[in-house]
């Protein structure tokens, strides 16, 4: 069975940190674009980061520029969103999803694989 599936959230107080991870099974991730996404309460999805097949490019959303990092690891198939300076704005629920054209992961277009997500609480 083809899937991905995150782990690592959680409650965090403002300020805090969290590292997600997104595994993936019955495929390898080694030639796919990868990125993270979420979706608040209320809101539409949104573009958090993207990788490229090779880890070469990156490219973050504004909103967390400076305080995520994402990066992958090809020989355990799993793509990681470490998270600092976490804010109560970043309270969503965090996916990860595959696809093949970094240019078009941002806007989560033409991904092919979707976890199921991980809920992420920035609250004291």
């Known amino acids: 069975q083809l899937q991905l599936v995150e782990s690592g959230g959680g409650l965090v107080q403002p300020g805090g940190s969290l590292r997600l991870s997104c595994a993936a099974s019955g495929f390898t991730l080694r030639n796919h674009t990868l990125g993270w996404f979420r979706q608040a309460p209320g809101k539409e999805r949104e573009g958090v980061s993207c990788i490229s097949s090779s880890g070469g490019s990156t490219n973050y959303a504004d909103s967390v520029k400076g305080r995520f990092t994402i990066y992958r690891n090809n020989v355990k198939n799993t793509v990681y969103l470490q998270m600092n300076s976490l804010k109560p704005e970043d309270t969503a629920i965090y996916y990860c999803?595959?696809?093949?054209?970094?240019?078009?992961?941002?806007?989560?277009?033409?991904?092919?694989?979707w976890g199921k997500g991980t809920l992420v609480t920035v609250s004291s």
């Open positions: 999803a595959a696809g093949k054209l970094f240019s078009l992961c941002s806007r989560g277009h033409d991904m092919d694989y």
